[in-house]
């Protein structure tokens, strides 16, 4: 199957769809944060239940897994 000209442009975010999105995360009191993930922390979020073992080389999971335990470590209270 071609892909057109039109379906090939819109597949990739544009400058004002990525501000867009920054500006809904800034509004929302979010921050994007990149950051890196060794293979050990990723096999603690497997082990603790927060990651299925099938999703591990899926970065989306694997973000959304981490964001999940940060967030339910807060709302527990977990101090240092």
């Not at 379906?7 to 501000?19: D, G, K, L, V």
């Not at 293979?39 to 989306?60: C, E, K, M, N, R």
Request: net charge positive.
């Amino acid at each position: 199957m071609e892909v057109t000209t039109a379906t090939a442009e819109r597949a990739r975010p544009t400058s004002t769809s990525r501000m867009r999105r920054f500006r809904a995360r800034r509004a929302a009191g979010a921050v994007l944060v990149p950051f890196e993930l060794s293979a050990a922390g990723i096999g603690h979020l497997v082990d603790l239940g927060w990651l299925p073992p099938a999703q591990t080389s899926d970065p989306a999971a694997v973000r959304l897994a981490f964001a999940d335990f940060v967030n339910g470590a807060a709302t527990a209270g977990v101090r240092r």
